[in-house]
């Protein structure tokens, strides 16, 4: 596998991103109204993205976003289906993270939801610890907000 850097403007991120939303409508669609989340995935300030490619084929991927001078927000995180559970989200992460280290941001910030349960385990077991709802997600309590000191 290899994990690729690129930005929000790259077609394969795009695509992951798409395949990202259609997942989420089929998981929690029935129970969470998730058009109001749209106008926060936004890909035009994504600068710091990673493709995840298993030869020629983009089968993940992932980003970064700047939410302040010491806080990095994780973004857009998904493997495909087929390719889950072989420790992939959590390379893929680790990477991120380390790439957030570089670029001199001091903690992550990221929000997620209870009922996405295989995220929140790989979350926490990066170290990340549940916080106050923040940003546009305070009045929002089927959202889940974490971080990581950096």
Not at 27 to 51: C, H, M, P, S, W
Not at 114 to 119: F, K, P, R, Y
Request: hydrophobic share 35%.
């Amino acid at each position: 596998m290899d994990f690729i850097r690129t930005d929000g403007r790259n077609k394969d991120f795009i695509e992951n991103c798409r395949l990202l939303d259609m997942d989420l409508d089929r998981r929690v669609g029935k129970e969470i109204k998730r058009d109001k989340y749209t106008k926060f995935n936004q890909l035009d300030e994504i600068n710091e993205a990673i493709v995840v490619y298993d030869g020629n084929k983009a089968i993940g991927g992932g980003a970064i976003r700047r939410y302040d001078d010491a806080n990095v927000e994780l973004k857009r995180i998904f493997i495909h289906t087929e390719y889950q559970g072989q420790g992939l989200g959590s390379k893929l992460v680790s990477l991120l993270i380390d790439w957030a280290i570089e670029l001199g941001y001091k903690r992550m910030i990221l929000e997620t939801g209870e009922i996405l349960v295989e995220s929140c385990a790989v979350y926490k077991k990066l170290g990340f610890k549940v916080i106050p709802n923040y940003g546009p997600y305070v009045n929002m309590p089927e959202s889940l907000c974490m971080a990581k000191d950096l």
